[in-house]
T-cell receptor, first 114, second 113 residues
Framework: AQTVTQSQPEMSVQEAETVTLSCTYDTSESDYYLFWYKQPPSRQMILVIRQEAYKQQNATENRFSVNFQKAAKSFSLKISDSQLGDAAMYFCAGARSSQGNLIFGKGTKLSVKP | SQTIHQWPATLVQPVGSPLSLECTVEGTSNPNLYWYRQAAGRGLQLLFYSVGIGQISSEVPQNLSASRPQDRQFILSSKKLLLSDSGFYLC????????????FGSGTQLSVL
């Protein structure tokens, strides 16, 4: 079985500051993929970043980066220079490569204060 | 470019009525297709996925069903809706396995009264 846990129901950050959203992914598989998806008020789900578990290098997409600690099963998302448009629900998700259905966490609601 | 269309955007249905939500993908062939449900305050729950025409896998037993009559068409149905079926339904597609990027539709907000 695989589980995705997001322990922060809500987070808040000041505009231009940095915030880190937490996620843990528990699986017995050695090969898997991890994702962060963003759901703004429009409710359109958008991929933020993707990490392959076999890669040691943490993924980065502009202001978004991950801290993947495989042994600790931790997959956190760091948002630098936060912008008002970053306000959204953020979902962590994982997929095994052998049977690849994506499992989502319950989400973290991020507010950005001007 | 690839696009995904999902409709209707909102739907209010009485308990016991039937349901049909449709999703179509353009600009790609043989996509993997998915139906997710997002209940209020909760994450996304995978309901069905399909890797080809007529091939449907169910993740959660319920009174919903899915069909894929054409390569790029995915339909979510119910013969009799329950109150617990209320939620936000999202269709999605991927090129291969979901370890590739998922592309989501704009969703359908279903309220069963």
């Amino acid at each position: 079985a695989q589980t995705v846990t997001q322990s922060q129901p809500e987070m808040s950050v000041q505009e231009a500051e940095t915030v880190t959203l937490s996620c843990t992914y528990d699986t017995s598989e050695s090969d898997y993929y991890l994702f962060w998806y963003k759901q703004p008020p429009s409710r359109q789900m958008i991929l933020v970043i993707r990490q392959e578990a076999y890669k040691q290098q943490n993924a980065t997409e502009n202001r978004f980066s991950v801290n993947f600690q495989k042994a600790a099963k931790s997959f956190s998302l760091k948002i630098s220079d936060s912008q008002l448009g970053d306000a959204a629900m953020y979902f962590c998700a994982g997929a095994r490569s052998s049977q690849g259905n994506l499992i989502f966490g319950k989400g973290t609601k991020l507010s950005v204060k001007p | 470019s690839q696009t995904i269309h999902q409709w209707p955007a909102t739907l209010v249905q009485p308990v016991g009525s039937p349901l049909s939500l449709e999703c179509t993908v353009e600009g790609t062939s043989n996509p993997n297709l998915y139906w997710y449900r997002q209940a209020a305050g909760r994450g996304l729950q995978l309901l069905f996925y399909s890797v080809g025409i007529g091939q449907i896998s169910s993740e959660v037993p319920q009174n919903l069903s899915a069909s894929r009559p054409q390569d790029r068409q995915f339909i979510l149905s119910s013969k009799k809706l329950l109150l617990s079926d209320s939620g936000f339904y999202l269709c999605a597609w991927s090129r291969g396995q979901p370890n590739e990027k998922l592309f989501f539709g704009s969703g359908t907000q279903l309220s069963v009264l």
